[in-house]
């Protein structure tokens, strides 16, 4: 959550088209990390049944909510106070959380098992589907390829 909050005010400090560019970027790589660290918290915290199930639905239903409110209430900001106050808002909303998240929400003890190279890339080797990600990331670029 840090890293997405300093990458999205960073857009909003950005003074040229390809500084805005590279922060966006940054901003898409903490995504990538932010929202499969969220389903892991959301599994190892919630015990399994009616309330896991509740955490994800929420989680699922967050994101299209927020892109469609975000959408309609930036287009509004954009006309009234400019572009950049997006960015501030969201990233200082987003570092807000951050804190307040590392302060109040329960700390979770993983597993504790420390693994030598060897185990870990026994484990690597024979636990990770490697040809279906292989496969499903050649098929994503591929499709990402054809749409752009």
Not at 120 to 143: N, P
Request: charged share 10%.
């Amino acid at each position: 959550m840090f890293v997405l909050g300093i990458s999205i005010l960073a857009c909003g400090f950005a003074q040229t088209g390809i500084q805005l560019v590279v922060f966006r970027a940054f901003q898409g790589i903490a995504l990538a990390m932010h929202i499969p660290a969220s389903v892991s918290i959301i599994a190892n915290a919630v015990p399994a049944g009616r309330a896991r199930n509740v955490g994800f639905s929420c989680l699922g239903l967050s994101q299209p909510l927020g892109f469609s409110f975000g959408m309609v209430l930036s287009g509004i900001m954009i006309e009234r106070i400019g572009w950049r106050s997006g960015f501030y808002l969201c990233g200082a909303g987003i570092l807000t959380n951050a804190i307040l998240s590392a302060i109040y929400l329960p700390k979770i003890n993983g597993e504790t098992e420390s693994l030598s190279k060897q185990d870990l890339a026994k484990k690597l080797w024979s636990e990770v589907d490697w040809v279906g990600g292989i496969i499903a990331g050649s098929g994503l670029a591929l499709l990402s390829y054809i749409f752009a």
